[in-house]
């Protein structure tokens, strides 16, 4: 536990220093979120209540990457929302979702990418999903479509991801439901379940055609 909890401060550090991540064409910019007391017990929480994993620190083992999109349009919103660790901001909330959301990366409208946590600390962004998958939001929304420069900037950091971490699906949000039937699920409430529409088909389309090499799985049907 001592020795976790050691690497989680390291990581953590590291993002607070404001470190550029280089991997050949990649420059990854490091905005972190505050990861303090209250975040990091939230998090345990989440994952006892929401997925049944116990376990004494907030880590995950990346399988799996989820595309999504912001419905705003600035990353500053976006890091807005993220900032509390109490979902809505509301701490008096006592139900058993009161993590925020959050997400390990943000791809701005340029291409730019950021990252807000570690890869291996878990970030709330996809239902039944959260505790394998890193989580990029791109922004952007429905009137606001994805550029070429952020689809070019998702395929980078997917394959840096994929070099580091046994990743074997890309999925886009809206495709996340595809999972509910099989063993990858992990969620505890039944009825907990949104449409999603991020960042749409059209747009993974062309991701997974500049990713192919990688050979990951397709989605599962059935497990």
């Avoid at 074997?168 to 907990?192: A, F, P």
């Amino acid at each position: 536990m001592k020795i976790i909890f050691i690497r989680l401060i390291n990581c953590v550090l590291i993002l607070m220093l404001g470190i550029e991540v280089y991997s050949q064409d990649l420059r990854i910019y490091q905005t972190p979120l505050e990861w303090n007391k209250e975040r990091d017990s939230l998090t345990i929480e989440y994952l006892n209540k929401r997925h049944g994993i116990h376990q004494d620190d907030a880590t995950i083992v990346p399988t799996m990457v989820v595309v999504h999109w912001t419905a705003n349009d600035s990353y500053e919103k976006t890091m807005a929302i993220f900032k509390s660790p109490f979902l809505n901001g509301r701490p008096e909330l006592l139900n058993q979702s009161r993590l925020n959301v959050s997400s390990q990366y943000i791809i701005e409208r340029d291409g730019t990418i950021f990252q807000l946590l570690p890869d291996t600390i878990f970030a709330r962004h996809t239902i039944g999903l959260n505790y394998c998958a890193i989580g990029i939001e791109n922004i952007g929304s429905n009137s606001m479509p994805l550029t070429k420069k952020q689809l070019n900037a998702n395929a980078r950091l997917i394959k840096y991801l994929s070099a580091k971490y046994p990743i074997k699906y890309v999925i886009g949000h809206h495709e996340y439901g595809q999972l509910k039937n099989t063993s990858l699920w992990k969620e505890t409430d039944l009825n907990y379940f949104t449409n999603k529409i991020d960042p749409g088909d059209k747009f993974m389309k062309g991701l997974r055609r500049k990713i192919r090499k990688l050979k990951l799985q397709k989605l599962p049907t059935n497990e």
